[in-house]
């Protein structure tokens, strides 16, 4: 069982940054792959970003150049920087874990951007 706790979500303003952060409740060596997927209102949820438990990354291509996804392996924990956010970036953000055919969801965190 993994448990996922995320935190860094809230209302920023067009052209804003935040970072999300999620902390893993196991070791992410034991973890294939960590992610965030995000889900806007009356969307179906799409990837952001995910990586690797050997440190490969992968991107929506639409959000190239904007996110960037990164870990702390001391801290179990992942992160996702987000730049020069705009409205249509606005859901909520989900962290999942990846092992040996299984997944698991974080509760979400919203992201709100203000235009």
């Known amino acids: 069982q993994v448990q996922l706790v995320e935190s860094g979500g809230g209302l920023v303003q067009a052209g804003g940054s935040l970072r999300l952060s999620c902390s893993s409740s196991?070791?992410?060596?034991?973890?294939?792959?960590m992610g965030w997927y995000r889900q806007a209102p009356g969307k179906q949820r799409e990837l952001v970003a995910t990586?690797?438990?050997?440190?490969?990354?992968n991107y929506a291509d639409s959000l190239k150049g904007r996110f960037t996804i990164s870990r702390d392996g001391a801290k179990n924990t992942v992160y996702l920087q987000m730049n020069s956010l705009q409205p249509e970036d606005t859901a909520v953000y989900y962290c999942?874990?990846?092992?040996?055919?299984?997944?698991?969801w974080g509760q979400g965190t919203l992201v709100t951007v203000s235009s």
């Open positions: 196991i070791s992410m060596l034991s973890i294939n792959s």
């Open positions: 999942n874990a990846y092992k040996y055919s299984r997944s698991w």
């Open positions: 990586i690797t438990s050997g440190g490969t990354r």
